[in-house]
T-cell receptor, first 115, second 112 residues
Framework: DAGVIQSPRHEVTEMGQEVTLRCKPI?????LFWYRQTMMRGLELLIY????????DSGMPEDRFSAKMPNASFSTLKIQPSEPRDSAVYFC?????????????FGQGTRLTVV | KQEVTQIPAALSVPEGENLVLNCSFT??????LQWFRQDPGKGLTSLLL?????REQTSGRLNASLDKSSGRSTLYIAASQPGDSATYLC???????????FGTGTSLTVIP
């Protein structure tokens, strides 16, 4: 398996624009996590899916953030409208059934810069 | 909420030295404890996973131990190499939570 695949790797956008980040989890994994990493706050969980269903979205900072998982092989994180303070590296991770019982595998991340 | 602390925040050692990285967590009721490595500009790579019923795990030059009662884990790296230079993070998901709570990491530099 190619691992968790995220796209794009880098995104630079202007404030107010919509941004969509994409993630393809490892085949067979049914838990998916979206994290945000900044120097100030480290890794923060944004949302967690199990079997394509959002289980915990308490980490989503504002209504500007939304995430979907239409099927087991694809998830998106959307920010609309984007703001400079959203600049961070966004990671997607997946793990086998059980969510937290097994190893989590991370994608390479999307570095978002909002100017 | 689970609080995970890693000490030291940064460490610089000469090549060949053995070293220990520390991870402490406040909620000892955890699924497991995982150690990750992150290279600059890259994602996290899983190094070792210790189940809550285990005391340690080994992979090559890496050995991780877990003491749930004291809320501590250590990652031991033997005969360090420049290629070991990276940030090392631990994560301790609590049984009553839905996420991997991460420490802030230890930035390791191994000097040739």
């Amino acid at each position: 398996d190619a691992g968790v695949i995220q796209s794009p790797r880098h995104e630079v956008t202007e404030m107010g624009q919509e941004v969509t980040l994409r993630c393809k989890p490892i085949s067979g994994h049914n838990s998916l996590f979206w994290y945000r990493q900044t120097m100030m706050r480290g890794l923060e969980l944004l949302i967690y899916f199990n079997n394509n269903v959002p289980i915990d979205d308490s980490g989503m900072p504002e209504d500007r953030f939304s995430a979907k998982m239409p099927n087991a092989s694809f998830s998106t994180l959307k920010i609309q409208p984007s703001e400079p303070r959203d600049s961070a590296v966004y990671f997607c991770a997946s793990s086998l059934d059980g969510g937290l019982l097994t190893e989590a595998f991370f994608g390479q991340g999307t570095r978002l810069t909002v100017v | 909420k689970q609080e995970v602390t890693q000490i030291p925040a940064a460490l610089s050692v000469p090549e060949g030295e053995n070293l220990v990285l520390n991870c402490s967590f406040t909620d000892s009721a955890i699924y497991n404890l995982q150690w990750f490595r992150q290279d600059p500009g890259k994602g996290l790579t899983s190094l070792l996973l210790i189940q809550s019923s285990q005391r340690e795990q080994t992979s090559g030059r890496l050995n991780a131990s877990l003491d749930k009662s004291s809320g501590r884990s250590t990652l031991y790296i033997a005969a360090s190499q420049p290629g070991d230079s990276a940030t090392y993070l631990c994560a301790a998901p609590p049984l009553d939570g839905n996420q991997f709570y991460f420490g802030t990491g230890t930035s390791l530099t191994v000097i040739p």
